[in-house]
Nanobody, 119 residues
């Protein structure tokens, strides 16, 4: 089992930056795909970004491309999402996820961290 805990969310003004983290425990994440998703009330959870085992491959949703950067530190069992040029539409609960079946299939999820961008 892998336990995931997100942190670093908060309130930020439009145009600002925020970095959220996902700390894993239970197993080392070095052989797991890791991803970030987000969800707002009344809408389906949407894909934000994903990173391969060693970090060499990353993918982003079009809505965040060029503004967000995903990274991971396997030695610290932690993944990050650096969010720049934030927009009010980025407001959501952000979830991290881990899995071994590919870039878009995940077995483990965190509890989420709220990110609110004010206009």
């Amino acid at each position: 089992q892998v336990q995931l805990v997100e942190s670093g969310g908060g309130l930020v003004q439009a145009g600002g930056s925020l970095r959220i983290s996902c700390a894993a425990s239970g197993r080392t994440i070095g052989t797991y795909f890791m991803g970030w998703f987000r969800q707002v009330p009344g809408k389906e959870r949407e894909f934000v970004s994903v990173i391969s085992w060693g970090g060499a491959t990353t993918r982003y949703a079009d809505s965040v491309k060029g503004r967000f950067t995903i990274s991971r530190d396997n030695a610290k069992n932690t993944m990050y999402l650096q969010m720049n040029s934030l927009k009010p539409e980025d407001t959501a609960v952000y979830y991290c996820a881990a899995g071994k079946r590919g870039y878009y299939e995940y077995d483990y999820w965190g509890q989420g961290t709220q990110v609110t961008v004010s206009s």
